[in-house]
Antibody, heavy 118, light 107 residues
Framework: EVQLVESGGGLVQPGGSLRLSCAAS????????MNWVRQAPRKGLEWVAN????????YYVDSVKGRFTISRDNAKNSLYLQVNSLRAEDTAIYYC???????????WGQGTTVTVSS | DIQMTQSPSTLSASVGDRVTITCRAS??????LAWYQQRPGKAPKLLIY???GLESGVPSRFSGSGSGTEFTLTISSLQPDDFATYYC?????????FGQGTKVEIK
């Protein structure tokens, strides 16, 4: 079964850091671009970042540039998002999603919740 | 950044109704558009890719059309499972952007 499972979310104070993880199974992880998408409480979807199969290309939404870092370990079938200098507006469910290039994001995890509050 | 604008924001409809949701891009995105369905408390689900391609396993009552800046998602006969929020998303240029969502409610 094709599956993505996120972990690493939690409650963190403003200015704090977390490392979100996404474990992939059931497909050849190293063959796909991978994405992070977030959803603030009662709000819509916001694309955060993505990374090429070999990690050689990474793209970010402006609001997280310099604070968030996307990475992957193909040997461990895992995607990561290092989130630093967290702000209240980063509070959201963070989803990882597989991208079939040119066809959209076709597999999604269940999400991990990040809450930034003092 | 490319702005995606959906209309309406909320839609009230009955089972069996034909429903159309519109998505407009602030500049041309060719056909690089996807539609997603999100039920409450669940992750989004891909319905349509490249503006009109039906994702495997998605019922044929869902269809997409359009190119350039104007796109539509149509549900030909609304079913109980279809009451959800729908999002369009462009992947023509970074940053990828989503529309604000259209909530389809029971009338």
């Amino acid at each position: 079964e094709v599956q993505l499972v996120e972990s690493g979310g939690g409650l963190v104070q403003p200015g704090g850091s977390l490392r979100l993880s996404c474990a992939a199974s059931g497909f050849t992880f190293s063959s796909y671009w991978m994405n992070w998408v977030r959803q603030a409480p009662r709000k819509g979807l916001e694309w955060v970042a993505n990374i090429k199969q070999d990690g050689s290309e990474k793209y970010y939404v402006d609001s997280v540039k310099g604070r968030f870092t996307i990475s992957r370990d193909n040997a461990k079938n895992s995607l990561y998002l290092q989130v630093n200098s967290l702000r209240a507006e980063d509070t959201a469910i963070y989803y990882c999603a597989r991208e079939f290039r040119g066809y959209g994001m076709d597999v999604w995890g269940q999400g991990t919740t990040v809450t930034v509050s003092s | 950044d490319i702005q995606m604008t959906q209309s309406p924001s909320t839609l009230s409809a009955s089972v069996g109704d034909r429903v159309t949701i519109t998505c407009r891009a602030s500049q041309s995105i060719s056909s690089w558009l996807a539609w997603y369905q999100q039920r409450p408390g669940k992750a989004p689900k891909l319905l349509i890719y490249k503006a009109s391609g039906l994702e495997s396993g998605v019922p044929s009552r869902f269809s997409g059309s359009g190119s350039g800046t104007e796109f539509t998602l149509t549900i030909s006969s609304l079913q109980p499972d279809d009451f959800a929020t729908y999002y369009c998303q462009q992947y023509n240029s970074y940053p990828w952007t989503f529309g604000q969502g259209t909530k389809v409610e029971i009338k």
